[in-house]
DNA sequence: ATTTAATCGAGACGGTACGTCATGTCTTCGG
DNA sequence: CCGAAGACATGACGTACCGTCTCGATTAAAT
């Protein structure tokens, strides 16, 4: 879309702006894989002056943050099914799927790349990581109320080898994140 | 240490040389905690040229690795105490106090960073992680076959929950990385 | 030994690249009439990082003042006919045709402009129009030593009505700057 | 003056408006000395939006030059006295008078500033100059009628070398702009 | 009395140029 | 040939103004 069609609102924020930005964002982390996600290529690519984008995120992470978890997120509740082991099992595989999607994954790899620079995006990071990591809590703690976990188990760290798994396989590459690994590792923490 | 102090070796390599940038990257990666380990910065630090740099690494990230285990690693076998409990509550219990070392654990988060966006470096950390998960899996393989874990463990899997616990909590320093943890970790996988 | 006793070592400048600058610079100035003498454009241009521009002049100003007395400027000796009225006239009529150069003009009037926000070139600019005045003083004071002016003839005013009309009609336009107007206005100075 | 002060007018012309943004422009002309006379920095100045200022002149500069001429000039008819030279004298100290105004100096050399990056503003000060030079080139006329000039003095040329020698010594500096200086001009050009 | 039309403050927006920073290569000179 | 110093091309960075646009309010003139 480019900036002649997009019509122009005034002191208002415009919000074709904004999710123009974030397409252009999202194009260039899928397409580039590794290079070139310069915050002039993003300006280009969205047919926007570079200052809107400073205007509204405080750096180039906070705009890839947002492009990836503006449409990603609709806020998917934690599975309920009464059963630890299900609920468990479930939470991986949606995660390890979902990282895996082909627009997903190079996007991904890029905002960490972009976190480990900048302090302000990994604040950021950290609030939605957090935010993962309560979820899933939940779901073990609901398990431990129905004795299908010990009273002392430690809920934090089974939670971080789950995504400790998944960061470490993701960012590495060096094994898999299928389907079977992940009932593997959900069976071998609350089995 | 100064240029001018340091005698020249003519057309010999200089071994002084060679310490004196790893220990100039070394104060870097220690001291500025978020910032600026350039190129130009460790040559400074180091009194050296930053030909001479690039003339025996390919890469500035390839200087930190180098600058972190030329000292810190004098490649410690793994323990085999003859029980895999003890032999991998021991791994885990090290792997965590090392990266706590007031001086390392700056450097190695400094070193992350600078590998997220230096694809030479990424892969100098692949081979060092490699071998450090190769050590922990020949551990476990040797309990394996003394009966200690199931024939069908996914001995990489366990490889990975440590890991992936230690860097997650590493990086995002959400949780702690104390004995006491390293302990129930261990304990949690092979119990 | 000291710092500033130390012979320099570095890389020498390169004499190319600064005349391949104020050539460049030159062509910009003559070729675009009014527009687009910008920094990139001069880098670009002569084919030269923009950070090698302001390694060497602290203004984009500097660089046009440089191209353009660098060349033009060998230094011509004020003329000494021995007549007063010769004398006057032929520097009054060099200085007119040298600024109608047509490659000169434009060049000379956008340096004008640049200066006028440019702290750094006005400077500069004031060093050079002052050997000017400078020379033409000298002249009209040897004229004055032979009898051909009174004694208390206020030199800096001529020199200044001279300079004054030169720089006010090239800027403003209004007027011409021909040879005739040159010698009518030397032989009203000391006629 | 701010914008909660000021009642708006509906659908006509604001004079309030007007004055408040003519002030805040002289203010920063005279007050800013060497920085930053904006139009986002008369608009903010003004308590008014820029919109309004570009509704109403054309460019930046025709504001300050508004700004300037609005109050500074009740249009002073040429002085007529009989006799040219006390006529041109009191011209050209009036002229250098009024520029030394404490007031007035600065604004009118960032007025010049500006009019040099801004055609627009260039063209309205030849306006103004160029009736400058025609109520001075009057009173020469009146004065070569009466037989106190030439009938072939160039008159253009005298002009300019009394606005010449004023705007050279202005802007530049080198020299004073006294009464003394106007008076011996005067003598030194109808004498 | 109601509509219509213009002013005005505010500020988002697409651009252009700025001056700085880091990278990795190349060059000079002294040991 | 090594090593220190540093020039150089490249390219991204974040900032400053520009001039245009639209909003929402206010008020005067037209209906």
Partial sequence: MSATERPHTGRKRNEL??????????????????GAVTVDAIAREAGVGK??????????????????????????PPPDSGSLGADLAAVVTATFAAAQHPQTAPALRTLVREAANDPQLAELMQ????????????VLARGRERGELPDDADLDLIVDQVYGVFWYRFLLGHAPLTRDVAERLARGLVG
């Fill in 127 to 138: 609030e939605f990581t957090g935010a993962r990591r309560a979820a899933l809590q939940q």
């Fill in 51 to 76: 200052q809107t984008i400073y205007r509204w995120w405080p750096s180039k992470g906070a705009v890839l943050l947002d492009a990836l978890t503006d449409r990603a997120e609709e806020s998917v």
């Fill in 17 to 34: 702006v904004r999710s123009a930005i974030l397409d252009g964002a999202l194009r260039l982390l899928a397409g580039a894989e590794g």
